[in-house]
Each structure stands twice: as structure tokens, then as C-alpha cells.
């Protein structure tokens, strides 16, 4: 998510963005929270790298079909690892 997304999202009466500065249906100027908002980017940012890292089942598909309780659990294994090195909540 980049900062107009952010801006947009937590501030639904923005309508146009100009340079780093917004504003309402009336083009009057809104003033708006710079650290919400890079909070915000920093927390889509992170979710994203964390969902990115998580194993493709496809990788597993076969075993886990079989029923061949270690792809299952090595898939279970890796998705363990990425909740332990991007715990929710840490962003």
C-alpha cells in the first residue's frame, strides 16, 4: 500500500491528493495524521512480506492429498516458522 492508499483508506472524505496535501469534495484542504498514515503503510507492508513468505501448499499438495502425515507436517512446520519470525502484532 503506498501513502495516497493509506490517506484514502483511514480518510474517506479525501478525495484528490495533490503533492503531499488533501482535500474534501469542496477542494477544501484536510489535514490529516502523517504517522497514522505511515503506520498504516508500515503495517500493510509487513503483512505482505509475511504473507510472501509463507510455503505454496502446491509445494505439499501431493503428500497432503495422500494423507502422508510428514508433508503435512513439514507444511505445518513451515508455516509455523514464518508465524515465529513475523509474529502478528509486531509491525
Do not use: F, W
Not at 500500500?1 to 474534501?24: C, E, F, Q, W
Request: proline share 4%.
Amino acid at each position: 500500500m503506498d501513502k495516497h492508499s493509506a490517506i484514502y483508506k483511514l480518510y474517506p472524505n479525501i478525495i484528490t491528493i495533490r503533492g503531499d496535501v488533501a482535500y474534501d469534495k469542496d477542494e477544501q484542504e484536510v489535514t490529516y495524521d502523517s504517522n497514522a498514515v505511515d503506520a498504516l503503510v508500515a503495517s500493510e507492508a509487513y503483512k505482505a512480506k509475511r504473507a510472501a513468505e509463507y510455503p505454496p501448499y502446491t509445494d505439499y499438495l501431493d503428500g497432503i492429498v495422500k494423507g502422508d502425515n510428514t508433508q503435512v507436517q513439514a507444511y505445518i512446520d513451515a508455516c509455523l516458522a514464518v508465524k515465529n519470525k513475523h509474529p502478528k502484532g509486531a509491525a
